[in-house]
Each structure stands twice: as C-alpha cells, then as structure tokens.
C-alpha cells in the first residue's frame, strides 16, 4: 500500500513540474519574441532614419559611451549604453542600438524615424567629453558623450552644433 501511493505522488509530481516547465519555457520565448520584434522594430527605423538623411551632410560616430541622466519632480533616471552618434546640421542624434532614436535639437526642425526630441540649452566639451543639458516636458536632462579614443575633433563638430 505504501508503494501504491508513493507511485502516484510520483506520477502527479512529474505531471505537474512537466506543467510547470512548459510554463515557464512559454514565458521564455515570449520574452525572447518580443525583444527580438523590438530589435527588428528599432533597426528597421534606424534604416529609414539614415535613408531620409543620406542627402544630407552628417559626420556618424560608432560605438560612443553614453551617459544619459533625466530628472523630473518625481523620479530620476540614469542609463548608460553605446550608442552611434550622428551630428546633422544643428542637432545631434543619439542612436543606441536597441533604443529609441534620440534627437538633441537646437532647431525647430523635426525628423521622422525619431522617438524622443529634446531640446539644449547648454554644451561643453570637457577632456574628451561632450556634455549637453537642456530640457524636456517634464523636467531637465544632462547628457555625456565620451569621445576618448576616438579619431574625431570634437571642437570642429561642436562649433556648427
């Protein structure tokens, strides 16, 4: 009698970690799907970006260390990533490679394919590093680049930004 009911403790303990495997598995690949759709989703915009400026005169950094700080009067937000950088005309574009497009502008003009515009109020190039504040709706923001170990004037750039 014993055996009989251990067999069957068994037998639902089995069925239900099979249960909780697919389950778990499930929520797996679907998180996997849905980075894979917003990757596919950011690339596809990144290429449609760079095809409605391919006229354009613009200078693309690759791989720049970005340092994006966001404070509102509720909440505060650090973020660090590599990002391409490209300076077009009067604005700088932040392009990191999972993310949203990110337009810093000093001119009114707005370009498609971009998610976030902010506007700048303040930049300053300090040992390698571009830093730019300004504001948002909702609060300021301060931004730094780090051009370190880059064949890139920065000053040249800076000056027609």
Known sequence: MRSLFSGSVFFIFVFMNTDVYFLIGGIILFFILINLLLYFYHKNRR???FRYIKDRNYTVIKNI????ESYSKVSTKLTYCKADIVFLEQDIFIIPFNKPILQLRTSPEVYPYVSLNFKTSCKKIHDHTLEIKG???LGSFKISLNFKNKNFDLHSVVQWV
């Open 47 to 49: 290429t449609l970006f």
């Open 65 to 68: 260390e970005s340092h994006i």
């Open 135 to 137: 504001d948002t709706s």
